[in-house]
């Protein structure tokens, strides 16, 4: 994947050029609304997509879509730049590329789509490519493994979402969101808001991985790292925040959601934090953080005050900053050195100047030290959890505890592996990354440092616009300001300063014990192999039961579920009228009928097979003289002349084939006689009830009227059979032909096969 | 006299039903024969029932005199009656032929496909 070529900064040519460029260019054109927006208009953008089932591609440009858009088209081009020197000469870096654009393309699509099912079809395509990005190492088990566990997870709370869309457009009446958000307390007070609710909830909670969902999201940092640092921190797991935020307006309040967003939320962020603890692999220390930010941000959606939707602003945009860089310094560590094992490394600092100052950067903003814009960041979210008026001191404490042990995770991080000595030989002896790969942390980490030096910026450009779009106003929002005066916020992060740093000091024994308590609790992924392997058992018994191989046994089930089923359907809805049509009965009609009954019957039960095609030609002979009784003289002379073929046939088939049961064997089968009968009977019932409908003529009536005219035939079967459905016959033509060619070919090899 | 039709479908269906459950794959071949007349009487019969009344044109007239027979049903049970003894006659030439090949006419013991659960041969 890497190789000593790789580090001076050479690209993949045009093909990894042309993307940055674009998702540049994307970031410069979503940058041209941001005044409009800051200014409190929203733009929309439709196109007709399937107007008749009210789905167009609409999308909607206001605060929140374009806060998310411009961190996804903005960090995008980073990382783009990142890996096109991080994995450059790959072989397959053109499908890396290739799977990277198209998931930036499908999240931005996300996060602007107004359309109901324009968001699903991108949240969908969001999820494809991030599995074709996390099984980039396919050669891997873990990765495909990794992959598909992604895969599923996703794709099975997406279709909760689907199902939940679709329930709340067909409520609402409309499947476009602004004008759902609008009607927010119609949605509130609608009979369907709860299970909609669970549905989307389903859909946000795997997508943002909290708990129970959440073990898939450190699986998934089997991904290269740029794309960790995308999918996996900045973006795709936020969708399910930016779903639960886009739906705010509407949903929020309600006891059902204060309560499901701020348990989840709280108990994801505090059980993730302290997971990130114990890992000593650097990527999986933060892909836990992720999964914290991930439960603080669902915390404080799940609250109604303007307070707590600034510090979800706020969190959002500092964490997208700190994380996307700290994950990019990961990879230029594992890059330089070949290791991320935080056992290992140290010593990094003198060795990597640049990538330790833009980690330290990034790690003081995510630890909320001052002046950075994480400080600020976690002030508003002590100030919010503080105003929360359900539930305050959970709210309070979850924060000072997830943030306490961020603290810690900041130092393990970004500090040991810079500035104390090594644990143990590194695979490579370390050396500065090349430019393209330090633009991405340095950028990122200095932009938390500027905008918490001037938070004005943020607040009016990101902040307001997107506390705008919860509540209509920007006026409640909080300002975001480094010093606050000494107040109980400030009071908690002093605590968190001290918690941390006793936690980071004792993280070593710390680990150890936290290993053992992980060891002892039951594991979700061990649960979800097991889940799988039941699923797989499942079907294998399904199959075994179902596909027997025998073919009476289908032939059974077939006709048993054409009896249940239909008959079923009869019995709600038939109109059976078994007294009609018995006037015009003559004995000629009835003894052909007896006819065709007698030759069933015995081809049924005779044991000769003379009998049996005697039984077979009466049949076709009585069907023939149905057909010449009613008018029908076409019908009759073809059925003649292929029930005498018929007969032909089997006759000299006969010549080579056993006779039809064994001696001393009968075929005496009761239980295939009452399903027969109960067809028979389901046959008839249907047909009597078809027959009770009033009869439509108009297509025979204009084949009669144009028939002449249009075709000039007499014959209208025949008219109708070579010109107005001449297809049809061609087809028909065709069937017959292949047939005999398919006899022809299977009687010649007749012999051969078995003596070569 | 449609409903005496319909019943007679249903024996005519209730005896293919019966032989296609049969073991011996050469009475299948003599239900499907069964079963796709049964099919040609039910689109006749949906179509009703007219007797004596042909769907033709006389000479010299744009339009058949009066009610005659439904002619959409006839086309196609046409259609149908020769695509069934395609069908007929390629299973019967299968039927033939698996029986050269395996030595057995019941379809219990045709296995090649589907074999039995256990270590395959």
Sequence with gaps: MKDESADTPRGNGLIGVVPIVLSAALFGWFWTFLEPISN??????????????QISLSFLFDGLSLTFALLISGIGTLVLLYSNTYLAGHPQFARFVLFLFSFMLAMLGLVLADNLIALFVFWELTTITSYLLIGFGHETEKGRRSALQALFVTGAGALALLAGLILLGLSM????????????????????????LILILAGAFTKSAQFPFHFWLPNAMAAPTPVSAFLHSATMVKAGVYLMARIHPAFSGTEVWVWTLTIAGGFTAVFASVLALRQTDLKQALAYTTLMALGTLTLFLGQDSAYALTAFAAFLIVHSFYKAALFLVVGCIDHATGTREADILGGLGRAMPVTAIAAALA?????????????????????????????????VSAVLAASSLMFAVAGIVAFRPFWRPPGGEMPKSPHEAPWPMLAGPVILATLGLVFGLFPGVVQT??????????????????????????NLPLMLSLATFAIGFILYAVHRPLRAYLARLDAAAPNFDRGWDRFLDWLKGLAAWQTRVIQTGVLRQYMWTTFAVIVVGVGATLAIKGNVNLAAAFDDVTWRNTAILLLICAGTILTMITRSRVAAITGLGVVGIGVALVFILFSAPDVAITQLLVETLVVVLVAVALLRLPFLDKRGESDHRPADAM?????????????????????????????????????????????????????????EIAVVVIAALASYALLRTTKGRKDP | MESLLAITIGVLVAGSVYLMLARNVLRFIFGLVLISN???LTIFAGGRLTEGAPPLIAEGADAPAGLVANALPQALVLTAIVIGFGLFAFALVLVVRAYTELGTLNSDEMRVAEPKEGPAK
């Design chain 1, 461 to 486: 450009a990101l902040v307001n616009p997107t506390v705008a779009g919860f509540l209509g106003t920007a006026e409640g929002a909080a300002t975001l300001k480094l010093w606050a005066g000494v």
């Design chain 1, 173 to 196: 009446g409309t499947f476009e969101m602004s004008e759902i958000l609008a009607r927010g307390d119609e949605v509130r007070a609608h009979q369907y808001y709860l299970p909609i």
């Design chain 1, 363 to 395: 790690a003081l903003s995510m630890a909320g030290v001052p002046p950075l814009l994480g400080f600020i960041s976690k002030e508003i979210q002590y100030a919010g959890g503080l105003e929360v008026a359900s539930s305050p001191v959970f709210v």
């Design chain 1, 40 to 53: 409190g208009e929203a733009v929309r953008l439709v196109w007709d997509w399937v107007p008749a089932m």
């Design chain 1, 675 to 731: 399903l027969a009968v109960a067809v028979g009977t389901v046959v008839t019932l249907t047909l009597l009830a078809v027959l009770n409908e009033p009869f439509d003529r108009r297509l025979t009536d204009y084949f009669d009227a144009t028939s002449w005219p249009a075709a000039f035939g007499r014959n209208i079967v025949n008219v109708i059979l070579v010109d107005f459905r001449a297809l049809d016959t061609f087809g």
């Design chain 2, 38 to 40: 049964a099919a040609n």
